[in-house]
């Protein structure tokens, strides 16, 4: 797996696309969280109607940076899988994969380097969000704690959901386009039946006393997007509280995001095995 690993990294260190999108994350998870620590100190704080109440929670301080980094720097994560379509489709585009597996690579192998790719882009990703949260944390001035440190676990699932999407509609399509196309079609997609589906979700509570959760945290993406909060405060404690939202069951989404990501797994790896090359 090194030497497999080594040709890929030959292969897109010095690919434009590669160095553009990592750069533009990179800088996107450090700037959107500075963006958010300046919108809270200059303007939410200094406009609080209730002195002490919203002004009080300070969201980079050790007992939440990594919650508020990880909430955050998740709506970059598109980021990261436009790359991975963008690897995988140049595969069979170029035709390299062919040429990988005259060259002695087993299917086998092939699927295994890619997914590779995945779970590395992941780990960077939630490496950086680590980090960034740290330097807000020292930056607020507060005592290091690892309070709340589940949300960087909980970051790195969300990262993994998203690039095992990336590679399943890169394998599943080929060509570059369409697989993007796709990948942000499905997306709105789904934002959309999860609005349907919540709404659905509050109408059966308060009609029916029938509280399954919210339906639309059960939907593939929306499983690992749902265990990402911001941190408490007065508006989303008022929300969790009104006696019309539904009850939000942790581990039922958890378990259906890690059932999402072996689909997606046995998905990806038949579509390479037993397709033609």
Not at 27 to 34: F, I, K, P, R, S
Request: proline fraction near 2%; charge should be neutral.
């Amino acid at each position: 797996m090194t030497e497999l690993l080594r040709i890929e990294w030959l292969k897109i260190k010095n690919y434009s696309a590669f160095i553009v999108l990592s750069l533009f994350f990179a800088l996107g998870v450090v700037g959107a969280n500075y963006a958010v620590y300046v919108f809270k100190t200059n303007v939410i704080d200094k406009s609080d109607p209730t002195p002490g109440l919203i002004s009080s929670i300070k969201f980079y301080d050790f007992a939440h940076t990594w919650q508020t980094t990880s909430y955050v720097s998740g709506y970059l994560l598109l980021l990261p899988g436009l790359l991975l379509i963008l690897l995988i489709t140049n595969e069979f585009n170029f035709r390299t994969h062919r040429q990988n597996i005259l060259d002695g690579w087993s299917r086998n192998e092939f699927f295994n380097v890619k997914l590779a790719l995945v779970v590395i882009a992941a780990l960077a990703s939630t490496v950086l969000v680590f980090l960034t949260g740290l330097v807000f944390g020292f930056a607020s001035g507060t005592s290091f704690s690892f309070e709340n440190i589940e949300a960087v676990g909980y970051f790195f699932l969300k990262a993994l959901t998203y690039n095992m999407v990336a590679l399943l509609f890169g394998v599943l399509v080929r060509k570059t386009g369409f697989a993007i196309g796709l990948y942000f079609v499905y997306m709105f997609f789904e934002n959309f039946i999860s609005a349907l589906l919540e709404g659905l979700s509050f109408y059966l509570k308060v009609q029916n006393g029938f509280d399954i959760g919210n339906m639309a945290d059960y939907l593939p993406m929306n499983a690992s997007d749902a265990l990402l909060t911001f941190p408490k405060n007065v508006v989303t404690d008022m929300a969790k509280n009104s006696s019309v939202a539904p009850h939000t069951y942790t581990w039922v989404i958890f378990g259906l995001a890690m059932l999402y990501l072996a689909l997606f797994y046995v998905w990806s790896r038949s579509r390479i095995i037993k397709t033609d090359l």
